[in-house]
């Protein structure tokens, strides 16, 4: 699985457009790139996920470059329930058998919305 | 729809004492995963069910824990005998086959079981 590298924390404030970046150099062809959100005392939940380009939903959008080396996930207008932390995760989604391995969580991207 | 369900959300237990937490599953998912955290550290994968079977256990940290899923509904997780280092939120998650729901995996997770081991 591909090594993630992201913010151990960011701090931002309600309405701004908040951008975190994460980097994974090692991603091979079959990798897929996944973010996830937890709030305090919940399970991470699925925000997002690209293979390239860009992506767009209803709750954030995903850049990634040409190289894939690294994504962005970019909340548009922030709000104070988005303090979260924030996790990106690389991995093919699906091996030989058809099952879909588990996660490998890093340690994440502390974000602090400030009124 | 309901989501993934996990019972109980808070057990503290003595050293040596026994544990079993239950995750409920989202209805149709056939894969059914337990993770677990422990103070500080990251989120660990421990093992992952495809219905019934055990599809990947390398993340077990030992044989006092025992992990089942008959019918592949419902799993349960004990730990025999509870350890100080046990304690931490285990989290179970569960997604669709994924040859199925297509490229995008997407795991649910429970809100976790918070485990006090004294």
């Known amino acids: 699985l591909a090594k993630t590298t992201q913010p151990i924390s960011m701090d931002s404030y309600e309405g701004q457009e908040v951008n975190i970046t994460c980097s994974h150099n090692?991603?091979?062809?079959?990798?897929?790139i996944t973010w996830y959100q937890q709030f305090p005392s919940q399970g991470p939940r699925f925000i997002i996920q690209?293979?390239?380009t860009k992506v767009t939903n209803e709750v954030a959008s995903l850049f990634i470059p040409a190289d894939r080396k690294s994504s962005t996930l970019s909340l548009p207008r922030v709000s104070l329930s988005d303090t979260a932390v924030y996790y990106c995760?690389?991995?093919?989604?699906?091996?030989?058998?058809?099952?879909?391995?588990?996660?490998?969580f890093g340690k994440g991207t502390h974000l602090i919305i400030q009124p | 729809e309901a989501g993934v369900t996990q019972f109980p959300s808070h057990s503290v237990i003595e050293k040596g004492q026994t544990v079993t937490l239950r995750c409920d599953p989202i209805s149709g998912h056939d894969n059914l995963y337990w993770y677990r955290r422990v103070m500080g550290k990251e989120i660990k994968f421990l093992l992952h069910f495809v219905k019934e079977s055990k599809q990947d256990e390398s993340g077990m940290p030992n044989n006092r824990f025992l992990a089942e899923r008959t019918g592949g509904t419902y799993s349960t997780l004990k730990v025999q005998p509870a350890e100080l280092e046990d304690s931490g939120v285990y989290f179970c998650?569960?997604?669709?086959?994924?040859?199925?729901?297509?490229?995008?995996?997407?795991?649910?997770f429970g809100p976790g079981t918070r485990l006090t081991v004294l």
């Open positions: 995760l690389v991995g093919d989604s699906r091996d030989s058998g058809g099952g879909a391995d588990g996660l490998t």
């Open positions: 090692n991603i091979a062809t079959n990798d897929y």
């Open positions: 998650a569960s997604s669709q086959d994924p040859w199925l729901a297509g490229p995008t995996d997407t795991q649910y």
């Open positions: 690209g293979y390239k």
